[in-house]
């Protein structure tokens, strides 16, 4: 299985930034996995970065979106 998390902008709060290194350093035992930041601009931009940059299957991660739980994926 490959994970590629996909981020646009800088991440700001140093305990998101904490998580994420460590959780990027747990995944690639069980999966392949690499990070890419793109750079914030509008919203046009960044989706098409986002599909650039993807493949397979993508989930997208925002405050307004729907919430599933981890079997429902």
Do not use: C
């Amino acid at each position: 299985m490959k994970i590629k998390l996909i981020t646009v902008g800088k991440t700001k709060q140093s305990w998101i930034k904490e998580g994420m290194d460590e959780y990027s350093t747990r995944i690639p035992h069980y999966a392949d996995f690499s990070y890419v930041e793109i750079k914030d601009s509008d919203m046009k931009k960044e989706a098409e970065s986002i599909l650039e940059k993807s493949e397979g299957m993508l989930v997208v991660l925002t405050i307004n979106g729907k919430q599933y739980s981890s079997e429902s994926l």
